[in-house]
Every structure is written in C-alpha cells, then in structure tokens.
C-alpha cells in the first residue's frame, strides 16, 4: 500500500502563486505514472496535468501556460507549480499514482483558495 500526502494549498490572491506538493511513502514515482487532478464545489473531479512515464507532461486547456507538473524520484515527490492563479482555479486539488496494472492511489487533497 501507498500513502500520498498533498501540501501546499491554502489561500491567494488572483495573479498569485503556489506550489503543490504530494509526497508518497514508497519511492514509486519512477515507476508510476503521476496526476494531478482538481475539483471544485458541484463540480466532477477534472484533470489538470499529468506526468506519464516516458511522456512529456499534459494539461488541461485551462491552466496551459500557467501550471507545470514535475517530480523529483529521489524524494519520492511530486509537485505542481501554479502560477498566475485566477478564481475558477478555486478546488480541492488531488495527486494521483497509477501504473499500467491495478495500481492506483490517490492523495486526500489540499484546498486552493483564490480570491481578493
């Protein structure tokens, strides 16, 4: 079993900055494929970006240009940079780890707040 442990929400104004982290318990991120994902009051769970092994990372029309995914194996950690954060960014925010067999955990979530 795998814990991931997200960090780093909080709350921002617009135009402003944070940095996501989602730390798991076994060194698994170089052998697991990594997501972030978000989701917002009354809203379905959506994709952000994702970090496929082997792949260049991808993300969702609406934070391109803004947000980077990123991981660092050696510290067993996984992180999201979001920049020029804007209100419809507002969500619980979820790291995911999944491989190509039944593998496939996720994180309890970190709250990001944007607003004035």
């Known amino acids: 079993q795998v814990q991931l442990v997200e960090s780093g929400g909080g709350l921002v104004q617009p135009g402003g900055s944070l940095r996501l982290s989602c730390v798991a318990s076994?060194?698994?991120?170089?052998?697991?494929?990594m997501g972030w994902y978000r989701q917002a009051p009354g809203k379905q769970r959506e994709l952000v970006a994702q970090l496929r092994l082997g792949s260049t990372p991808t993300y969702a029309d609406s934070v391109k240009g803004r947000f980077t995914i990123s991981r660092d194996n050696a510290k067993n950690t996984g992180y999201l940079q979001m920049n020029s954060l804007k209100p419809e960014d507002t969500a619980v925010y979820y790291c995911r780890a999944w491989n190509a067999n039944v593998y496939d955990y996720w994180g309890q979530g970190t709250q990001v707040t944007v607003s004035s």
């Open positions: 076994r060194n698994i991120f170089s052998m697991y494929n």
